[in-house]
């Protein structure tokens, strides 16, 4: 019965992880995605997919070190 009680109380610590794991799906999406482009040769869409891709990443493992310290 105490374990019901934390769960009707609301969000716990570490709970607010899947957001950055989803950054990280993103992200290796968007890598794919880059890959794809540039073997059709299409150098716009490969420069956009890799700087969304960095962008991705970059926020991702930004926002896990700002939850690690």
Known sequence: MPDLVK???GPQEG????????????????VG???AAYQAE???MTFIGALAAAVAFA???LWLLGEVG
Request: hydrophobic share 70%; net charge positive; charged share 5%.
């Open 7 to 9: 769960v009707a109380a």
């Open 15 to 30: 709970s607010g992880h899947w957001l950055i794991y989803l950054l990280f799906i993103i992200a290796g999406l968007l």
């Open 33 to 35: 995605g880059t890959w």
């Open 42 to 44: 299409n150098r716009v």
């Open 59 to 61: 926020a991702a493992l």
